[in-house]
């Protein structure tokens, strides 16, 4: 039975954090081989933080490291920290140590944004430039990838699209360079409009912390400058939230591990 929230979004629990990391590897590589079979290729969106470095783990070991096609796979990140690839706080250095180090994708196809240039709204641009080089965009058209990983913080921001910043309402670039007040930190971001466009978005969400967002999420009123999140309520593709019990624990009709809404 689906939760209450948008037609399109299909709520997944499990017991776990790592119930939810095999759960997305297992759709991870369905999708990825469903694509390369349609169009030779497997377009994805990595996500930063920390619930999605599980899932990087289980897909660098058997069976997933056997099970997807990675040399038909092509590297994008949701968003990246304005630090250099390998400091800690890096989305590429996290996912190029669980994972890309451990499958055999092409270097060529792994484009990590360089958010380590010393004006951020460059390094926004330049990315820019290789989605619209790798996607055969025309000017003013944006990226379909085939996949968007994504996390939630507690405060309902997904990449680095932060409540109550501008690039909540960004939606002509596909790719945004902002500062965030709260982290005194600036962060590049796939934009809106390039996160609604995907195929399909996977959101990893696990934890008490996020409890009580993910209900205002996905059963509260549509507020996106306060929930940016909620966003991907307007996506074309197909939403799924990954969750743990934990972190579903205060949606309606609390399900039991591994069910469906
Ligand atoms: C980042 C992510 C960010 C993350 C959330 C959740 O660069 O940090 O893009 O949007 O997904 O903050 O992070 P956790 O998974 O660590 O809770």
Redesign the pocket.
């Known amino acids: 039975m689906k939760t209450t929230g948008p037609a399109t979004q299909e709520v997944h629990v499990s017991a776990d954090l790592e119930g939810l990391a095999r759960e997305a590897a297992r759709r991870f590589a369905e999708l990825a081989a469903a694509a390369v079979t349609k169009s030779e290729r497997f377009t994805v969106a990595f996500?930063?933080?920390?619930?999605?470095?599980g899932l990087y783990r289980v897909l660098a070991a058997p069976p997933f490291r056997e099970a997807v096609p990675w040399p038909q796979v092509h590297c994008f990140?949701?968003?990246?920290?304005c630090v250099p690839p390998d400091h800690p706080e890096s989305?590429y250095r996290g996912t190029f140590e669980e994972l890309l180090a451990r499958v055999p994708v092409p270097p060529d196809q792994v484009h990590g944004i360089q958010a380590e240039l010393p004006d951020p709204a460059v390094a926004a641009d330049q990315y820019a430039a290789t989605l619209a080089r790798v996607f055969g965009l025309q000017p003013g058209d944006f990226p379909r990838l085939d996949l968007v990983l994504?996390?939630?913080?507690?405060d309902g921001?997904?990449?680095?699209?932060f409540p109550g910043t501008p690039t909540v309402a960004e939606e002509g670039r596909s790719v945004a360079a902002v500062y965030v007040e709260r982290l005194k930190a600036h962060?590049v971001?796939l934009t809106p409009p390039v996160l609604r466009r995907a195929r399909a978005v996977l959101f990893?969400?696990?934890?008490t912390?996020?409890a009580q967002t993910l209900r205002e999420v996905l059963q509260g009123s549509y507020r996106p400058d306060r929930y940016p999140a909620q966003l991907l309520h307007q996506a074309e593709g197909r939403v799924t939230w990954l969750l743990d019990r934990p972190a579903a624990s205060l949606l309606d009709h609390p399900e039991a591990p591994g069910g469906t809404r």
């Open positions: 996500s930063g933080g920390s619930t999605p470095r990140w949701g968003d990246e920290r989305n994504l996390g939630m913080g507690a921001h997904t990449a680095s699209l962060r971001t990893l969400v696990a934890g912390d996020k």
